[in-house]
């Protein structure tokens, strides 16, 4: 993992690492919004990208992804001269679909219903002879993910301060959870989930992977729509002793709005919901607690809905 | 200066350098924003604060401000157990006399037509034997901010880019571009100001300090109401070549929503006016620009009316 770091480091500047106070406990936030491309998604893709052989990258990569790690893969392959080709949901936020087209890549909608995007990609992927670039279920994505933390130590021990006891980070497929479990070992991992997508939550608390429940309710967190982990960020989670809770939609908009009159941050639903978590009460901040904020990609209409700005 | 850094760097992380495009051109942004109190002025005051004998700390210090100097001086005299009152016009927004308060600041409200700020601080520390810190006409302040340039040139650094041979910066009374000039050396300074407070840029262009017109226009640029700036940071952006340009409420908004909507942060006017410059395509970015966005403490009803969000 302190590969993947010093790989990023010479890239992208870390990013920042914000001291707040909650119901009068101070707390730190790695604000991962604040990435160029607007989420952690380019450390994992990085990662992996920079590890394929000369041949592989010729032959270019495919990833499925509602947004934030289409972009991240989209960044990073534009970044090395790979061909990019991405699946993603015809109901994507806008914003994300029209980054990711501007990053240069190729753009192929399904329709997140009645096809399976990872059919779409395991097609396009054979008839090209593409590297398929998974959003989480895979090591390089973990351990690129993971890197947040491992800046995050490394920003707090600048300022003198102890690496983090307590993270509090929002879960879609694990990936950026089971990094941050394997890269700052000592520390308790909080997972977030949106109401009714909680499926890691209730997988950890049941010691075996469940899928969400059939007809799961609406959610503006697109980026975690996940609807099965995969083993591997599931085995990390569980091995570390990882619990879940989950958020409403008020609580994250509630946070959302929190980010922006506090903090000067538009974040995106998913990327708010550890902190809402902290400030609806439901988990609380220990003397050291890390809280990421993953993302900012949110569409104006969305953000006001949920904002009520 | 280095000093300045040096202290500052043991409390607070450094601000985030961003880089993003505009106009095909990439560019480096320094988030101020992002600070503690939402705005560069605790780089000035801690300077300053810390440099107060131990008798001096005992008698409080009093500074008159619309809002970000109130802030950053109530941030580091907290830290620092020293007593702070702040002079503040009675139409300050509301977010900053309210933060002011929550700091643990004394507030007296004056009224910024009919009375003089520095009469009542001078009153003020007069009658308390208090250090009066002014918000930039004070070597420490000019040194203190200006340490945003030296942090951005080791951040630069980092990832081995050269330092910046131009900045652009929004402009006040001249204590953040005057230090940036003194950080930076072989940066060409760019200063921006509301138009119709464009003193600054007279002065710059007319070689003495002329101030702000009889009536100037209202302005949503609180932070950059400044009547006339000092002889001391004019003499520095003079003799370093600088020189100065105005933008509009029409710009400024734009430029609020174009950091709202790509680089997912909240601006404040004042503090999004170097970023509208390079966006109405009144100033051009070189290879290696940096642009300071200032400070993040604006109203939400200011918010929505600049950006029509």
Redesign the interface.
Known sequence: MAKALEKL?????P??????EISGRSICLK?E??Q?M?AFKLRGAWHRLTDLSAEERQRGVVAFSSGNHAQGVAWAARRLGITATIVMPADSPAKKLDNTKALGAEVILYDRVSESREEIAARIAEERGSVVVPSFDDPWIVEGQGSAGLEAVG?LA???LAAPERIVTPCGGGGLAAGLALGVPAAEIMIVEPEGWDDMTRSLASGEIVGVQPSPPPTSCDALQTLQVAALTFDILRSRGARGLAVSEVETGAAMRWA??N?????EPGGAVALAALLAGKTEATERTLVILSG??VD?ATF?RMTG?
């Open positions: 480091r010479k890239i992208v500047p990013t920042p690492l914000l001291q707040t604000v919004s604040l160029p607007g920003q600048e300022l003198g922006f009159d903090l000067r941050l538009v974040l900012g990609n104006t006001k700005l």
